[in-house]
């Protein structure tokens, strides 16, 4: 908390309030924001952009429909429609209008990286940027940031050109603006997104080219997970993805998954050479905050994964590369701690390890990490049993054979008990209700959800322990305060969704049950008036967070059309 009150100054954040709350700026911090000087900062930057841009991309602010960046939802952009061949990723047709000259490409060409690397780049003002920051930085965390926030916001503000080696990366700094245009919800910064959004996947495809130091490496990581992050928000999966697995790809051949590890080096994965034009390892971070950005920056791309595989219902298909999926990977990096904690000193100099995910498994954890279980780690472990979850009910089939099918009812058995002993383990603090409080008990009732609701466990004892932890979800994620945290990721939107179906599921179950006994008609009518009564409240907090959350938004939709022909 102290942190989150340094970044922003002195009124942004009150002292006892989450950070994963809207807070309320203080007279003093709205004078920058008046609506007449915030009009006059967005002329300014529209006119700046239109010279750079020569006016060839002024559609952006008219006509955001025309864009391929719109944040407008896209039902051909979603899992759950057809595909169509214009939704692809920009960073793709940036690469295909190097083989192909036609004009209607050139507007998503790849520039010429001298143009990045030589030529001072205009930005938006500085007091706009300041503003973009303040509406970024106090939801950073939750929306996938990894890096240090102070030494970012320090590094962005300094009067240097873009692409000095003294500020963050290009792609970096125009994925944060990104953000703060995107959270700010303002009709005065809104229109910018598009042009932020553009920029920095030019220069994120310029820097995979072109990368030529650690540090920007790590950025580029960052960058990949905020514009991913985005996309899965604006309910564009396959851009989403695209982003994802370039973050991963870098993840794994800048070696992330082995920090700190007891193994010898291993060679770089997955073509390095080809990608970065030599041999990638990785050196010596320079201190305790450094190395905890690079693990957390693994775990960061690792919890993403799992949460877009779950907001895409796709277990089986969109998990093709995932880092926990990845055949003969040993994942030797320790779980995430809090940034804070590596300003302490983070790891212990002498601390060695290997096969992290075995040992949280079989539960014969290194018991100094283990008394220091913090809301990172907590996080990331529940995700990693989300991931378990539907990957095992995605193996089932009525086509196994009798020892597959022995395999797998002992490996459902075995990860419920472990999911039910990780949900009693976690400590008082998990009940604070903050963002990442939530999001992590959600998502430890949320992994119960795909195990138990699988066709594979059709039994009384898992409709009943589906439709608990359905009702833990909602029981959360359904808080008083809930109406303070509508910027949250929206993979709590998908988990919201996902406790609704299952709540109606179970209405249909009982209408079933009403009609097959009728001497129980009171009785059964009771619960199933309980039943709506809950779905219909869950779809509240729902609501909160499809506010500018497309994805969320496409969802209810569908949740409400099902609620309304039940």
């Known amino acids: 908390m102290a942190l989150a009150s340094k970044i922003l100054g002195q009124s942004q954040i009150k002292p006892g309030q989450s950070h994963g709350f809207r807070a309320k700026p203080s007279q003093e911090n709205t004078k920058p924001h008046s609506q007449a000087q915030l009009e006059s900062l967005v002329f300014l930057l529209q006119s700046r952009l239109d010279e750079l841009q020569g006016g060839s991309d002024s559609s952006i602010y008219s006509s955001g429909s025309q864009y391929w ?31 192909q000259s036609s004009p209607a490409s050139n507007a998503l ?97 310029a820097n995979e080219i072109c990368i030529s130091n650690p540090t920007h490496l790590l950025q580029t990581i960052q960058a990949q997970v905020l514009l991913s992050t985005y996309l899965l928000r604006n309910n564009q999966f396959l851009e989403a993805e695209f982003h994802l697995n370039g973050a991963a790809t870098l993840a794994l051949g800048y070696q992330l998954h082995k920090i700190r590890s007891s193994r010898p080096a291993s060679p770089p994965l997955l073509g390095v050479p080809l990608l970065l034009g030599e041999e990638v390892y990785p050196a010596a971070p320079a201190d305790g905050i450094e190395e905890g950005e690079r693990i957390r920056a693994f775990w ?184 303070a945290r509508g910027a949250m990721h929206p993979v709590v939107g998908a988990l919201c969704g996902a406790a609704c179906g299952v709540l109606m599921d179970e209405v249909g179950r009982v209408r079933m049950r009403v009609r097959a006994e009728a001497g129980r008609v009171g009785r059964e009518e009771e619960e199933e008036m309980k039943l709506v009564a809950e779905v219909r409240a869950g779809m509240v907090p729902m609501g909160v967070y499809a506010v500018g959350c497309p994805l969320v938004e496409y969802q209810l939709r569908n949740l409400r059309q099902r609620f309304e022909t039940m």
């Open 109 to 205: 060409s790849l520039p010429p990286y001298g143009e990045y690397s030589e030529k001072p780049e205009k930005e938006p003002p500085r007091v706009m940027i300041i503003a973009l920051l303040q509406y970024f930085l106090p939801h950073a965390t939750q929306f996938g940031f990894f890096l240090h926030p102070i030494r970012f916001k320090e590094s962005v503000l300094p009067p240097f050109h873009l692409g000095d080696e003294r500020r963050p990366s290009p792609a970096l700094i125009y994925a944060a603006y990104l953000w703060g245009a995107h959270l700010s919800q303002s009709p005065h910064i809104l229109p910018s997104a598009p042009y932020f959004l553009k920029r920095a996947q030019r220069h994120i495809t």
């Open 69 to 99: 960046g719109r944040t407008s939802p896209s039902a051909r952009s979603s899992p759950f429609s057809e595909p169509s061949s214009n939704d692809i990723s920009p960073t793709l047709s940036a690469f295909a209008s190097t083989s």
């Open 300 to 483: 960061t791309v690792v919890c993403l994964q799992n949460h877009l595989i779950f907001a895409a219902n796709a277990a089986s298909s969109s998990a093709a590369f995932c880092l926990l999926g990845s055949p003969g990977m040993g994942i030797d990096t320790p779980w995430p701690f809090e940034i804070e904690e590596y300003e302490r000193g983070g790891l212990r100099a002498e601390y060695r390890g290997q096969e992290t995910i075995r040992r949280f498994l079989t539960c014969v954890e290194d018991p100094t990490l283990q008394q220091r279980n913090q809301i990172s780690t907590l996080h990331a472990k529940a995700s990693f049993l989300l991931y378990r979850a539907m990957r095992l009910s995605a193996s089932w089939s009525p086509a196994l054979n009798a020892p597959e099918l022995t395999a797998y009812q002992i490996s459902y058995t075995w990860l419920d008990r472990r999911i039910t002993a990780f949900w009693e383990s976690l400590p008082p603090l998990v009940y604070a209700f903050s963002y990442a409080d939530s999001a992590t008990l959600a998502l430890t009732h949320g992994a119960a959800i795909p195990l138990h609701d699988s066709p594979g466990a059709c039994d009384e004892e898992a409709r009943k322990k589906c439709v608990f932890a359905a009702r833990g979800v909602l029981d959360v994620l359904g808080d008083a305060g809930v109406g």
